[in-house]
């Protein structure tokens, strides 16, 4: 008798935990219907209450890796900005935006079309590329207004691949684009940085939010003000995300022999 009350009460304890245990992961399952993200780090109190307003079109591929990302900042770029489309994808090809079809069929149709349309990324040998600045400034786009962005979110790896992958539909309409970077220097984490959430590969990486700010500010007739509103989006993305770290020491360098580097 004492056995089976035993076994009674256990199965009784056993039931009530499995209880609290699926209230607790409904709980945390709770996603925001506003920001898309869960309750307990809903990020509304930092996003614009009116989109923000923009001529240029930005158009943004994102890697399908990065809608599983805590700090993918791609979905938070969206929220603030009323001109904004988000392809889910690893390249961009006819059919997938309405805007890029349209560019790519006037570019077929005109020799002499002038583009302005531009896709964010730093150049090599085979894909050679302009400082926005300069492009911007240049004779052919000095009168254009409604520029059309386009940008790729992912690892550095994924968005070299998404480029390449695209770049066959991209290269008859669009201008290929960077900002200023130095690829000489390790880049930043959100250790010794208000606007990094991720590790980046080297100096002059950044977010694809931040990137696409920076574009804002050249563009945008009153990019200044648009910029400084993103930027402390970010910002406030970046502090929010550092307040659950724990902070860490930087390792030591090693040099050959597996010893200490001395200083």
């Known amino acids: 008798m004492d056995s089976d009350r035993q076994l009674d009460n256990c199965a009784a304890v056993c039931f009530l935990a499995g209880d609290y245990a699926d209230g607790h992961q409904q709980d945390r399952r709770k996603i925001c219907s506003n920001c898309d993200r869960p309750v307990k780090v809903c990020l509304c109190n930092i996003i614009p209450s009116d989109p923000i307003t923009t001529v240029t079109r930005i158009v943004i591929l994102h890697h399908p890796h990065e809608q599983r990302h805590k700090l993918a900042t791609v979905p938070v770029l969206s929220k603030c900005l009323d001109n904004c489309d988000?392809?889910?994808?690893?390249?961009?090809?006819?059919?997938?935006?309405?805007?890029l079809d349209s560019l790519h069929?006037?570019?077929?149709?005109?020799?002499?079309?002038?583009?302005?349309?531009?896709?964010l990324f730093p150049g090599a040998d085979t894909s050679?590329?302009?400082?926005?600045?300069?492009?911007?400034s240049s004779k052919n786009t000095v009168e254009m207004?409604?520029?059309v962005?386009?940008?790729?979110?992912?690892?550095w790896k994924h968005a070299r691949e998404m480029m390449r992958a695209s770049l066959s539909f991209l290269s008859k309409f669009a201008i290929q684009v960077h900002l200023d970077y130095d690829i000489g220097n390790d880049g930043g984490t959100i250790f010794n940085s208000d606007l990094i959430l991720r590790k980046e590969p080297f100096s002059g990486c950044m977010s694809t939010m931040e990137a696409v700010?920076?574009?804002?500010?050249?563009?945008?007739?009153n990019g200044i003000s648009i910029e400084s509103n993103l930027i402390e989006v970010l910002r406030s993305m970046v502090k929010f995300?550092?307040?659950?770290?724990?902070?860490?020491k930087p390792r030591p360098k090693l040099i050959k022999g597996g010893r200490e580097g001395k200083i």
């Open 241 to 248: 995300q550092a307040s659950f770290l724990k902070p860490m």
């Open 145 to 147: 207004t409604n520029y």
């Open 213 to 221: 700010a920076h574009c804002l500010r050249i563009l945008e007739p």
């Open 128 to 136: 050679p590329s302009q400082e926005i600045n300069h492009w911007k």
């Open 86 to 99: 988000v392809i889910v994808g690893r390249r961009l090809r006819y059919g997938d935006c309405d805007i």
């Open 149 to 155: 962005l386009i940008a790729f979110d992912g690892t």
């Open 105 to 119: 069929d006037d570019a077929l149709r005109n020799p002499n079309f002038t583009s302005r349309a531009i896709f």
